[in-house]
């Protein structure tokens, strides 16, 4: 047999509609609140921000969302993105796990995020909106929003998180090759960047603020986020969705194990749902991970409560895990990673028991991302080694006792425009950063009181 063997699907195996594991969780996630009464929001507390469409999609409970047909035939340049058995890093691992990677750098952007810019961009686009405001930490969201928007006629005006503006020219390129407006976070051009240092390494949260208050001074223009929200998580979903599909066509009855890295939530839940789907109905019973770096470690050093999802304190107010929207977080080199808190959903499910969530420092994730380039050819995403260096300490431990798992990864991209951070690694510069008790408590001494 072949050292590598990808499995792929026919015209009429082809997703057709999201997935909503709202519908199938035991208890109701926690409703956003209002910033101002701290009442439940309610679509008009949206409107501003969102098209309808997108905002009955953030509530509905609905088990399954169509896919609109001008969405899809986007989707048909780069799905369904492969599964491929990861052949030659078993053996390298020594392993009698069976490992499969679903590869989400074959899209337009590099990443899993083309997955949800394009319906964003096209709902938008049916109500006359001319312009999408957004954030973006390593670039990825910006360059996939970037590239949706010349799809419909949009404009795209990008706020990126300052550290990886700074570190990261070719990503600020690729934006602008789509036809986005970059601008590093933060800037001089809202009242919540100049409320922080010209020279501040930005994050996330104050990305997050910029993009908001300029897209609710403008009825053309509207607001996009790349992760987090429950509309976003749907749109990914997807990719668990052909996985199980592949899975099935590979011989296998299902997985054991499913890992994903987990910055703001929607790469992982895109990958895990489907298969959650699968679990609380029976059918199957992985083990679901989310890995997330020992730097911004949400979900497993945060608190699950009520917290704006952003830094200036505009948005709504999500349960989730947080460190706090006054949280910056070191400059990891996954700059996709670095989000103070944890998707609604991905909180829920984790404060229920339903998946599990472990941290690790950095310079073991890149160290898996280099055995996993040396032996299966892709470069990952540093995001997604986090997820590597997981399936890695799984493989070795069924080495060790003989057990055969089927372990199903997310690649949620590549790293052809992270090499600066694969130089630094290699050179021998690169520093784990985890933490410290003091920095978490500092931070979540500013979460408000529910």
Not at 122 to 145: F, K, M, V
Not at 163 to 188: C, I, N
Not at 256 to 285: H, M, T, W, Y
Not at 331 to 356: F, K, N, Q, W
Request: aromatic share 8%.
């Amino acid at each position: 047999m072949s050292d590598q063997v990808m499995f792929t699907l026919d015209e009429s195996e082809q997703v057709t509609h999201w997935y909503n594991v709202v519908a199938d969780l035991p208890t109701p996630p926690p409703p956003p609140l209002h910033p101002g009464t701290r009442e439940p929001v309610g679509p008009d507390d949206l409107a501003p921000l969102f098209p309808i469409e997108l905002i009955m999609q953030e509530v509905t409970g609905e088990r399954y969302v169509e896919i609109p047909e001008a969405v899809r035939d986007v989707y048909r340049q780069y799905r369904p993105s492969p599964l491929i058995r990861a052949r030659r890093w078993e053996q390298k691992l020594g392993t009698t796990a069976r490992i499969y990677y679903k590869y989400e750098g074959v899209s337009p952007a590099g990443s899993h995020k083309t997955n949800t810019s394009v319906p964003q961009a096209y709902y938008n686009s049916l109500h006359g909106i001319t312009r999408l405001t957004t954030e973006t930490g390593a670039g990825q969201w910006g360059t996939a929003l970037s590239y949706a928007c010349a799809l419909f006629g949009l404009e795209c005006e990008v706020w990126q998180v300052g550290a990886s503006y700074d570190t990261k020219p070719q990503r600020r390129t690729l934006m602008e090759v789509f036809g986005g407006t970059v601008h590093r976070s933060p800037s001089r051009l809202t009242e919540a960047g100049k409320s922080f240092p010209e020279d501040h390494p930005g994050s996330l949260g104050i990305a997050i603020s910029e993009a908001v208050e300029v897209a609710a001074q403008s009825e053309n223009t509207k607001y996009a986020l790349g992760s987090v929200l429950n509309h976003v998580l749907l749109h990914q979903t997807v990719i668990g969705e052909e996985a199980l599909r592949q899975l099935a066509n590979a011989g296998e009855p299902g997985a054991d194990i499913v890992v994903g890295c987990a910055g703001g939530g929607s790469n992982f839940a895109g990958l895990a749902f489907p298969f959650l789907r699968e679990k609380l109905a029976g059918a199957q019973s992985p083990r679901i991970l989310a890995v997330e770096p020992s730097s911004c470690p949400s979900l497993t050093r945060g608190e699950y409560r009520y917290d704006f999802g952003d830094t200036v304190g505009m948005t709504p107010l999500l349960k989730m895990y947080t460190l706090g929207h006054d949280f910056v977080p070191s400059t990891i080199h996954a700059g996709g990673l670095r989000y103070h808190g944890m998707a609604p959903l991905v909180s829920h499910v984790y404060d229920e028991g339903l998946i599990e969530a472990t941290a690790l420092h950095q310079s073991e994730c890149f160290e898996a991302a280099l055995e996993f380039a040396r032996t299966q050819g892709v470069v990952p995403a540093p995001e997604s080694s986090h997820a590597l260096a997981q399936v890695r300490r799984e493989a070795l431990a069924a080495a060790e006792s003989g057990a055969e798992p089927v372990i199903v990864v997310g690649l949620s991209g590549h790293g052809l425009l992270e090499l600066g951070a694969y130089d630094t690694f290699l050179s021998g510069r690169l520093e784990d950063d985890p933490l410290s008790d003091e920095a978490l408590a500092a931070a979540l001494a500013g979460v408000p009181e529910v």
